[in-house]
């Protein structure tokens, strides 16, 4: 944990707001993942770079020994920049235009296709690279409708009742598939969801010869609050790699890997979002933020611990933490806050997954710089932008 002092001492240094990453707590994250899984010969993490692509934080995730999850071909090109090879590049893209595909086969990444057509088209392609399969296993879970993915109306995902077309489909144009994957969803407590995916994978899985992976996804549900649930890691790894050695003796194949994809459990609570009071009017404090910056209390009613970490003095009066945009932008309502006053420092926790990634420029505003923390060292890893970023593409 970054201590209040040390936060306070960079807003004196940097002006905000600014998100600060913590890579210790990134690598914490990271060896209890190889921890959970320990039992498991041959094991991999996937990072989901959609949570944090921060070419630095790609750069520690790569250090760390993880392979990336990619759903677009920038975000392939920026896992090249940040260091990683092409057999360590999972692309698995959803109604992505084929072109992208295409080009990210030509890449030498390993590709992972959900629906009949694109798989039809990958066969006409010719590039001889064979593919992994994501499957949508009808399974509800998830925090919220927005992050429950693998229901059987979910855009995701080859339905199981496609599983015949699919033999057909790869006996007609030669296509090998060398892996099956599922991703349920984010914020997931349940254990049980996970290991009937699995089970669902496995029933598939050993309708097909020479696999090399199975990838049971990310959406690992981390804690938000202090009283706030999160899933047993270490419970899942197990059972996940008891139900994965049992299959990989009956598929009699030692070489089976088995992959998971998380995205938040490994960044969600390293990062911070530092902001300033900018007025205050009744309960409302207003910040100079808005869900232009973090968008997931808007847009997930996802909750956020806020902090006013100017003020020691232990208050129980409750107000919402508001932002500067042109609509209702909570970032907390009725929340108990040390009495705050303009100027003080407001501290946004959990803002490592989905935060930077999911900024824009509504309103006009800049996107803010982002700093990483890593053995005692404090370094900007992306400039905070600046007027001529908006207008730079613009034709006057
Ligand atoms: C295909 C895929 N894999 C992994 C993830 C990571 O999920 P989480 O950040 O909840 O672990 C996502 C998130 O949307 C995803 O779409």
Do not use: W
């Given at each position: 944990m970054l201590k209040d002092n040390f936060l306070l001492e960079l807003t004196k240094q940097y002006e905000t707001p600014f998100y600060i990453y913590n890579g210790n707590v990134i690598e914490y994250?990271?060896?209890?993942?190889?921890?959970?899984?320990?039992?498991?010969?041959?094991?991999?993490?996937?990072?989901?770079?959609?949570?944090?692509?921060?070419?630095?934080?790609?750069?520690?995730?790569?250090?760390?020994?993880?392979?990336?999850?990619?759903?677009?071909?920038?975000?392939?090109?920026?896992?090249?920049?940040?260091?990683?090879?092409?057999?360590?590049?999972?692309?698995?893209?959803?109604?992505?235009?084929?072109?992208?595909?295409?080009?990210?086969?030509?890449?030498?990444?390993?590709?992972?296709?959900?629906?009949?057509?694109?798989?039809?088209?990958?066969?006409?392609?010719?590039?001889?690279?064979?593919?992994?399969?994501?499957?949508?296993?009808?399974?509800?879970?998830?925090?919220?409708?927005?992050?429950?993915?693998?229901?059987?109306?979910?855009?995701?995902?080859?339905?199981?009742?496609?599983?015949?077309?699919?033999?057909?489909?790869?006996?007609?144009?030669?296509?090998?598939?060398?892996?099956?994957?599922?991703?349920?969803?984010?914020?997931?407590?349940?254990?049980?969801?996970?290991?009937?995916?699995?089970?669902?994978?496995?029933?598939?899985?050993?309708?097909?010869?020479?696999?090399?992976?199975?990838?049971?996804?990310?959406?690992?549900?981390?804690?938000?609050k202090s009283?706030?649930?999160?899933?047993?890691?270490?419970?899942?790894?197990?059972?996940?790699?008891?139900?994965?050695?049992?299959?990989?003796?009956?598929?009699?194949?030692?070489?089976?890997?088995?992959?998971?994809?998380?995205?938040?459990?490994?960044?969600?609570n390293s990062g911070l979002f530092l902001t300033e009071v900018t007025?205050?009017?009744?309960?409302?404090i207003?910040i100079n933020s808005?869900?232009?910056?973090?968008?997931?209390?808007?847009?997930?009613?996802?909750?956020h611990h806020i902090r006013n970490i100017s003020n020691t003095k232990i208050s129980?009066?409750?107000?919402?933490i508001?932002?500067?945009?042109?609509?209702?932008?909570?970032?907390?309502?009725?929340r108990t806050l040390n009495k705050p006053h303009v100027g003080d420092i407001i501290c946004i926790e959990n803002a490592g997954?989905?935060?930077?990634?999911?900024?824009?420029?509504?309103?006009?505003?800049?996107?803010p710089m982002e700093l990483l923390h890593y053995n005692e060292e404090t370094k900007i890893i992306?400039?905070?932008?600046?007027?001529?970023?908006?207008?730079?593409?613009?034709?006057?």
């Amino acid at each position: 944990m970054l201590k209040d002092n040390f936060l306070l001492e960079l807003t004196k240094q940097y002006e905000t707001p600014f998100y600060i990453y913590n890579g210790n707590v990134i690598e914490y994250k990271y060896k209890q993942l190889q921890n959970a899984f320990a039992n498991c010969s041959n094991f991999q993490v996937n990072y989901a770079m959609k949570a944090l692509s921060s070419i630095a934080i790609l750069k520690l995730m790569h250090q760390l020994g993880s392979c990336v999850d990619t759903v677009s071909i920038h975000e392939v090109k920026l896992a090249f920049l940040a260091g990683f090879n092409a057999d360590e590049i999972f692309f698995t893209p959803n109604g992505t235009p084929f072109h992208e595909i295409k080009e990210a086969a030509n890449l030498g990444v390993n590709i992972t296709l959900d629906n009949i057509i694109q798989i039809e088209q990958y066969a006409k392609l010719n590039v001889g690279n064979s593919i992994a399969i994501r499957i949508n296993p009808n399974i509800k879970a998830g925090g919220n409708k927005k992050i429950t993915v693998a229901k059987k109306k979910s855009k995701f995902g080859l339905s199981i009742s496609k599983v015949d077309k699919l033999h057909k489909l790869i006996k007609e144009c030669g296509l090998q598939i060398h892996g099956f994957h599922i991703h349920l969803g984010s914020d997931i407590l349940s254990i049980d969801s996970f290991k009937n995916s699995a089970n669902v994978l496995f029933s598939i899985a050993k309708q097909f010869k020479n696999l090399k992976f199975i990838n049971f996804g990310g959406g690992f549900k981390v804690k938000y609050k202090s009283d706030d649930d999160f899933i047993n890691i270490n419970e899942i790894g197990l059972q996940l790699t008891n139900a994965f050695n049992d299959f990989k003796v009956s598929y009699n194949n030692e070489h089976l890997k088995l992959i998971i994809e998380p995205g938040k459990f490994l960044v969600s609570n390293s990062g911070l979002f530092l902001t300033e009071v900018t007025t205050i009017k009744d309960r409302n404090i207003f910040i100079n933020s808005g869900f232009n910056h973090l968008i997931r209390p808007m847009y997930y009613d996802a909750y956020h611990h806020i902090r006013n970490i100017s003020n020691t003095k232990i208050s129980t009066k409750k107000y919402h933490i508001v932002g500067y945009i042109c609509e209702q932008d909570f970032f907390g309502k009725s929340r108990t806050l040390n009495k705050p006053h303009v100027g003080d420092i407001i501290c946004i926790e959990n803002a490592g997954a989905y935060s930077f990634t999911m900024a824009s420029n509504y309103n006009s505003r800049l996107r803010p710089m982002e700093l990483l923390h890593y053995n005692e060292e404090t370094k900007i890893i992306r400039k905070k932008e600046c007027f001529k970023d908006l207008v730079q593409n613009q034709i006057f």
